[in-house]
Each structure stands twice: as structure tokens, then as C-alpha cells.
């Protein structure tokens, strides 16, 4: 359903090209979607996927389909967005993903992740990518402390709720999986050495940091005296 999806993008024969982000559970424009249908879409996982030729497409479900099974319990389509980043990486898009889907650089560059998923220190070779990397013991997330008050997504097996996934569906949607939320980064290429990363946090509709946003929204519409509704699925759950 085009109603419910975060993102916007196109694949070709056998890759991915981020062209436009629209908001979670907001439908395009008229002429937007009706652009949408010219050109061919079609939808994962909440993320809206087109191409401007689709006689010349390969099959969407081929690019998917290593996430569509291993990130099968996360029920990605069923969750909200509670936080968007956006950043201006001095980089060509492609060493941007090739940086996310190798760890040489995790050990000297990034130890505070070390100290959560231990096995990233060594380089990143033989983690076992369908189960998951495991965390230290008493972490799950990732959080500085490894922990946090937001509980496991609902349908995550014992495995899941302790290891951390990842997926890079080539070449610019990047997937990263905790037990409590999913971080979905979109590659935008701007120059030969400059990219656009868009980052969005995706959790429960219930969790706590989303329950904060709609409460902020709520005091700030209060304190305007702007009229305040609550549409969607969300809307509908008591």
C-alpha cells in the first residue's frame, strides 16, 4: 500500500536508485503517484520501489530476497518512524556502501560499537550474518549502554533478541536490526564526491520514543491553539 510506505525509490535490472523520500503512513501526491504508476512500483517492506522503464526491470522480489527471509520477524511494514537524520557525507555513494558492508574499520574506528558486538573488532570475517552477530552478554541494542527501556520487537525469536543483523540491499538501501528498533539508511548520490545519508530510526507504534514525539506534538499544537488530529492505523488502536 502506497498509504503506509516510508520511502520512495527505484531499482533497476539488478540494483537500487534512491530518487525521492515521502513521509511514513502519508500518501504521495496525485501526481506523485500517478508518476509512480507510469513508471512501475512496487512495495517492500513499507519502502515504495520504482523504475522509469519497467519492460527493462529485473524482478523486485530477486533484490529482496535475502532480507525478505533472514529480517522476516522484524515486521518492518508495521512500524513507525520516531526519528529522521540527514548528512552530508564527503564521499561517492558507493564507498559509502561498500564502508557499511565490510568492518576492517570498525576495530580503530568505531570502539564503542567493539564493546557492544565484540566480533567486529576482528575485522568482520565469518560472522554469521543470517543468526545475527551476538552482543557482549548483558547488551542487546545499541545503545552506549547497550540496553534500553523500549522492549524487544513483538515476534523476534531468543536468537534475535540478543544479536544484531544487518543488510545492505545493493546499491543504496542500508538495514540495520536491534532487538527494539531499525535504523533504514537511504544513499542519495549528490556528486562524484559527495552523498546524501538519510537516516531513519523505525520502532513500535507503542514505544516509548514515539509516545514521547506524539506528546511533544500534542503540547506544542496545545500551546499554538492549533487544532490536533491523529489519522492511520495508530489512530484506530485504542
Given at each position: 500500500s502506497v498509504r503506509t510506505c516510508r520511502s520512495l525509490v527505484s531499482h533497476g535490472a539488478r540494483h537500487l536508485v534512491l530518487i525521492d523520500s515521502i513521509s511514513p503512513r502519508r500518501a504521495p501526491t496525485a501526481g506523485r503517484a500517478a508518476e509512480a504508476e507510469q513508471m512501475g512500483a512496487e512495495e517492500w517492506a513499507g519502502f515504495v520501489f520504482v523504475h522509469p522503464t519497467p519492460d527493462q526491470a529485473g524482478p523486485l522480489a530477486e533484490a529482496v530476497a535475502r532480507p525478505a527471509r533472514t529480517l522476516v520477524n522484524y515486521d518492518l511494514a508495521a512500524l513507525v518512524t520516531g526519528r529522521r537524520l540527514s548528512y552530508d557525507v564527503a564521499a561517492n555513494w558507493k564507498v559509502v556502501a561498500e564502508n557499511y558492508n565490510e568492518c576492517y574499520h570498525c576495530g580503530p574506528f568505531h570502539p564503542e560499537l567493539c564493546r557492544l558486538v565484540p566480533a567486529f573488532a576482528g575485522g568482520g570475517a565469518g560472522l554469521d550474518w543470517d543468526h545475527g552477530v551476538p552482543h557482549r552478554e548483558g547488551a542487546w541494542t545499541f545503545t552506549l549502554s547497550g540496553t534500553t527501556d523500549r522492549a524487544p520487537l513483538p515476534g523476534l525469536d531468543e536468537?534475535?533478541?540478543?544479536?544484531?543483523?544487518?543488510?545492505?540491499?545493493?546499491?543504496?538501501?542500508?538495514?540495520?536490526?536491534?532487538?527494539?528498533?531499525?535504523?533504514?539508511?537511504?544513499?542519495?548520490?549528490?556528486?562524484?564526491?559527495?552523498?546524501?545519508?538519510?537516516?531513519?530510526?523505525?520502532?513500535?507504534?507503542?514505544?516509548?520514543?514515539?509516545?514521547?514525539?506524539?506528546?511533544?506534538?500534542?503540547v506544542a499544537a496545545t500551546r499554538a491553539k492549533c487544532p490536533l488530529s491523529v489519522c492511520g492505523e495508530m489512530a484506530s488502536d485504542p
Open positions: 536468537t534475535e533478541r540478543t544479536h544484531h543483523k544487518g543488510e545492505l540491499v545493493y546499491p543504496n538501501l542500508m538495514l540495520s536490526f536491534s532487538a527494539d528498533h531499525v535504523a533504514a539508511f537511504l544513499l542519495r548520490p549528490l556528486a562524484v564526491d559527495r552523498t546524501d545519508e538519510r537516516l531513519a530510526a523505525h520502532y513500535e507504534p507503542t514505544a516509548p520514543a514515539v509516545l514521547r514525539l506524539l506528546r511533544g506534538v500534542a
